[in-house]
Each structure stands twice: as structure tokens, then as C-alpha cells.
């Protein structure tokens, strides 16, 4: 069945190391979200995409984070570099501008030592 | 910041109990959704309820919506072991799928 597929599931890095996220939205949703949830915040959105362009990315630190969609198939979060508060579970969620519900992917769990 | 506060933050009731989940929020909303979140899993969605509606059903489900109170509830009735889960509500302001969810509400059900 159609899923958002995230990659890598579990990425241990150092501090200053650049991070790269992967998400493969299901085919056919134009709308792709970031959200990182962590257990003092909660889920938090990062940013979002429409037809691959970016709608809000109020959410994100624009010092560090960057966030993509090179195609239809790929969005990406970057962080660089990365420090020990960046550690969270970051999630991708995609979903339809007309049916409001969003599908979550399993999510990337990120430690920064 | 979170716009949903959710109640409680936890609960823990037998299996064939109902469950209730309360969502307070503070601002208009186009509608509000519900998400369940087993561990160490993305979040799934299990229902929206559009701001001009009051209740809804979707199998063990219902859901209502009380919009002078700026409030929501989630019971899911006939409680299993499977339904050991957090709950997030998520309000949406203006139809645009920007998503503020709320804590969580982390329901154990012992069997």
C-alpha cells in the first residue's frame, strides 16, 4: 500500500556534521510537511511544499536548516551545521490540498553528540 | 508553540472501557483533526471534524466539536490493547493543512 518513506531511520552524528534527510512522499500528493517533535516542544512544523515549492518555512531555523524538493518523488532536510539541540525525531508528512488529512512517514531519529 | 492543550496528558483504563480525550484550543479554526501515535511510529490519522459540524463517527470512534468553547473530545468506545497509543489533536486555521498540534494524550489500556 501507498506509504511516505523516510531515510536513514536512525542517524548518530557529531556536533558541526552536516545532516541530510530523505523523504519519498506517496505518488501523486503535491503537499509535503516537515515536522520535528521532540519531548519538550511537541510536534513542531518546520516547513511545507506545494508543487514542490516551498508555501511556509517559518518553523525553521534559517541560519542552519534548509529544505527541498529537487522532483516530484524527493524532498529533502538539510542541517548544517548541526548541534545537540537539533536532536529530535524529524517527521515527513504528505497529503492532498483538498482532503486536509496528512500521512506520516516513520521518521528520522536524529542524536547530535 | 502548541495552540492545542489536550486532557489528560495521560490515562490508563481496562480493555472494553471507554476512553475520552479532551483538546482545548485558543484561535478560529477551519477544522480539527485527530492523530494516533504508537510508539516509536509516525502519526496516523483517524478522523476531521470541519468547524461547522459538532460530532462524528468513524467505527469505534466519535468525535465532537464545541466551537464556542473552542474545545473537542475523543472517545473511542470498546477500548482494546491495540488502542494503546498517544492521541494528538491538530487544528487547522484556514484550510491550509498548517497543522498546530497539541501534547499528546498517552492512553494505556491494560488488558
Known amino acids: 500500500d501507498a506509504r511516505v518513506t523516510q531515510t536513514p531511520r536512525h542517524k548518530v552524528t557529531e556536533m558541526g556534521q552536516e545532516v541530510t534527510m530523505r523523504c519519498q512522499p506517496i505518488l501523486g500528493h503535491n503537499t509535503v510537511f516537515w515536522y520535528r517533535q521532540t519531548m519538550m516542544q511537541g510536534l513542531e512544523l518546520l516547513a511545507y511544499f506545494r508543487n514542490r515549492a516551498p508555501l511556509d518555512d517559518s518553523g525553521m531555523p534559517k541560519d542552519r536548516f534548509s529544505a527541498e524538493m529537487p522532483d516530484a518523488t524527493l524532498a529533502t532536510l538539510k542541517i548544517q551545521p548541526s548541534e545537540p539541540r537539533d536532536s529530535a525525531v524529524y517527521f515527513c508528512?504528505?497529503?492532498?490540498?483538498?482532503?486536509?488529512?496528512?500521512?506520516f512517514g516513520p521518521g528520522t531519529r536524529l542524536t547530535v553528540t | 508553540s502548541q495552540q492545542g492543550e489536550e486532557d489528560p496528558q495521560a490515562l490508563s483504563i481496562q480493555e472494553g472501557e471507554n476512553a475520552t480525550m479532551n483538546c482545548s484550543y485558543k484561535t478560529s479554526i477551519n477544522n480539527l483533526q485527530w492523530y494516533r501515535q504508537n510508539s516509536g511510529r509516525g502519526l496516523v490519522h483517524l478522523i476531521l471534524?470541519?468547524?461547522?459540524?459538532r460530532e462524528k463517527h468513524s467505527g469505534r470512534l466519535r468525535v465532537t466539536l464545541d466551537t464556542s468553547k473552542k474545545s473537542s473530545s475523543l472517545l473511542i468506545t470498546a477500548s482494546r490493547a491495540a488502542d494503546t497509543a498517544s492521541y494528538f489533536c491538530?487544528?487547522?486555521?484556514?484550510?491550509?493543512?498548517?497543522?498546530?498540534f497539541g501534547q499528546g494524550t498517552r492512553l494505556t489500556i491494560n488488558p
Open positions: 491538530a487544528t487547522d486555521a484556514w484550510g491550509a493543512q498548517k497543522l498546530v
Open positions: 508528512a504528505s497529503g492532498l490540498p483538498e482532503a486536509y488529512e496528512q500521512y
Open positions: 471534524i470541519r468547524s461547522n459540524e
